[in-house]
């Protein structure tokens, strides 16, 4: 009775993200796009998560954002911290950009939404889950550390063609967003009829 599923399940849906694209359009309207989301997580026991390594991916995010003529959308997490936050925000001073500081509405579901492309830290699972429930380019900012499991994880998005590692450089790609939930969600349903 265990149901195996590629990613972490979750709660977005179309409506979620257009609730939340709506919500946050007003605050970066004047920004050019294409828009880049970044969703910074942070150490675990896993991967580690330091000034020197945020500092580098703010750089790498600035250059691959100025090829493209647009924005960042950025959101950090709990885990993040204030040191490594402080080193990812003057790494990409030279960038229009909008970076939520904890305060007000939490912009996570509209930045899903009105992203062209998402870049998201390899310490989530979930956050990896609910950016390929957005259907946008999925590129993974790899962190130093790991473990097999994440591994195992990554590298299973990347052989079906649902995500890329970040390497600075983003590209349209297109994929059909995987639905694990609809899948348990209909393998539950059916266990129990067989009660």
């Known amino acids: ?48 998560f330091e000034p020197h390594v945020a500092e580098a991916l703010g750089k790498q995010l600035t250059s691959a954002v100025q090829n493209l003529g647009g924005s960042l959308l950025v959101t950090p997490s709990r885990r993040t911290g204030k040191d490594n936050e402080n080193a990812f925000k003057q790494a990409i001073d030279a960038v229009p950009k909008f970076f939520w500081e904890g305060n007000g509405f939490n912009p996570y579901f509209g930045i899903l939404g009105l992203a062209d492309f998402l870049v998201v830290t390899s310490d989530s699972v979930n956050m990896v889950s609910e950016a390929l429930a957005s259907g946008k380019p999925v590129y993974v900012a790899r962190l130093p550390g790991g473990r097999a499991k994440f591994e195992s994880f990554h590298r299973q998005l990347r052989d079906q063609g649902l995500t890329r590692p970040f390497d600075g450089v983003l ?14 969600t209909a393998r539950v349903a059916a266990l129990l009829s067989e009660l």
């Open 171 to 184: 590209d349209s790609y297109a994929y059909t967003p995987p639905d694990d939930m609809a899948e348990v």
């Open 1 to 48: 009775n265990v149901i195996a599923t590629c990613g972490a399940l979750h709660r977005i849906t179309r409506e979620t993200l257009a609730s939340g694209a709506a919500r946050l359009a007003p605050y970066v309207s004047r920004l050019p796009r294409p828009y880049v989301g970044v969703l910074l997580g942070g150490a675990n026991a896993a991967y580690r």
